[in-house]
């Protein structure tokens, strides 16, 4: 499907269907970037959220994370729940703007309230780690199982390290299996390691193998790094070849 013609007023703006939206974001990507800005600058929050990540990204158009947090920050204030969420990444990882720490706190918690699972994940991880708010572990689980109940893969594995470790949870290595398998099937590339690992601790060692190359589809190269690691000083030799395999694309990435 063609891209709609490129508003020019908020009427024309409001006038475009969910379909023709969808075309938009399925375009190549220099034209509906054109789209999206002029979406944007119209007053579009979702455009305005959508702009913000394509600049900080670089796509269909110069990366500019400086540009890109605006328009967030922008969507944020008038109350858009993914630029809450954003604005908060950029503001803990220093991504077209300064570190801020307890911003980023205070927009993940905004984001969560507003029933973003992402952000009830990233405001939990900061509860977690006592990371720019005092560390509770009972709030954070909390938040994690909010983010589940929406099928949030990410926050069920974390919920499994509680079950594992036995955090605020009586420890329960069944529920911990539980949850691993979910976030391995939602595809976490943490839930498919932790899951790998405990298929392996009981005995099922080619289904272990199979959801440890899947690992590395979806891994960031520092945690390639750090479970390449671990797993080249397995006794498994199929185990430490897979290791090698995260070790030498963490390198080259």
């Excluded at 470790?165 to 099937?185: H, S, T, Y």
């Excluded at 390691?193 to 080619?206: D, K, P, T």
Aim: neutral net charge; contains cysteine; charged residues 20%.
């Amino acid at each position: 499907m063609s891209l709609p013609a490129l508003p020019t007023s908020t009427q024309e703006l409001a006038a475009v269907s969910a379909t023709q939206w969808a075309a938009v974001l399925a375009g190549e990507p220099a034209d509906a970037a054109l789209w999206i800005a002029a979406a944007a600058r119209l007053g579009s929050l979702e455009a305005q959220a959508v702009w913000g990540q394509w600049l900080l990204d670089g796509r269909g158009v110069e990366r500019n994370p400086a540009e890109g947090f605006k328009w967030f920050l922008k969507a944020a204030y008038q109350g858009h729940a993914m630029a809450m969420n954003m604005t908060g990444r950029c503001l803990e990882n220093g991504w077209g703007t300064e570190i801020d720490g307890p911003a980023a706190a205070m927009w993940y918690r905004k984001a969560a309230q507003k029933g973003l699972d992402a952000g009830m994940y990233n405001f939990a991880n900061q509860l977690a780690e006592g990371k720019s708010v005092p560390k509770d572990e009972a709030a954070a689980l909390a938040w994690y199982r909010q983010a589940a109940d929406l099928n949030h893969a990410k926050s069920m594995t974390k919920i499994g390290r509680f079950y594992e470790n036995g955090i605020v949870v009586e420890k329960d290595l069944d529920a911990a299996f539980f949850c691993f398998e979910q976030g391995a099937r939602g595809g976490d590339f943490r839930g498919q390691f932790n899951y790998a690992g405990m298929l392996a601790e009981r005995g099922r060692m080619e289904e272990a193998l199979q959801w440890l190359r899947k690992v590395p589809l979806t891994a960031t190269p520092a945690y390639m790094a750090l479970v390449g690691s671990r797993l080249r000083a397995s006794p498994n030799a199929e185990f430490r070849a897979v290791g090698e395999q995260m070790l030498a694309r963490a390198a080259a990435t």
